[in-house]
């Protein structure tokens, strides 16, 4: 069973390719996480969990959804996890994650995908992120002929680097660089409320038919990247910067 979490795409399209290579669907767990529904899922396949990279780990919204879970059935699980170049030691939380559900990991993909994080990274346009989408599918072939063939994940062994990345700059960038202090809004927004509907937490609502932001952000980029009218902005890192969203093929 395949359940994924996306902010602008990318996961969403890695979840949903897999499921076409193993069969079956790919379930969504946006509305698990804004609704703080607890999900019980039962699987005879291995579970694939699908998320972003943040900070070089799992998203914590992520993580505190599949915490809040219960998985019966199949005790296998692997992890793909979309970046824009590399996922650090995310590997090594993930297997004590596992441990904690009593999963049994059978390792963690990196695939690269196209960068969306508008509010540090240069963002590519809309044919370069084409190619590199087109240039990820090798490693989502190999990844669902290791879950077909229940085969652990080759894993590249982490450097000291990685374990930085991982572990004090990862907190660091939780606890004092995620905020939606930074997001406003110009004149060019027309009140359509797309920003609301797609924050995983619920943290925007609609003041006078423009959003205003509420606490709580992660940082998924699903209300500065979906704007139809780009409207939005995080402070300066934002301006003139292409608004990204996974090509749909």
Known sequence: MIIYWSG???SR???????????????DAFSYIRGGIAGEFISSGPWVFVSPTHGWRLPGIFERFLRSARFNGSKCAYFVMTCGSDIGRAAEYNRRLC???GLVCMGTRAV???????????VPGEAEAREIVRRARPALDAASVDIINMTPFAEPRPSALDALK?????YFFTRYMISDRRFTVSDKCVS???CAALCPVGGIELDGGRPRWLGGCVHCMACICSCPAGAIE?????????RYRCPEG
């Open 13 to 27: 399209y890695c979840a949903e390719y897999l499921a076409g290579k193993l069969g079956g669907g790919a379930l």
């Open 234 to 242: 995080y402070g300066r890192a934002s301006l003139g910067k292409p």
């Open 112 to 122: 690269v995908m196209p960068e969306n994080y508008v509010a540090m990274f240069p």
């Open 99 to 101: 441990a904690e559900l």
């Open 8 to 10: 602008t795409g990318n």
């Open 166 to 170: 991982s572990g004090p700059v990862n």
């Open 192 to 194: 359509c409320g797309k």
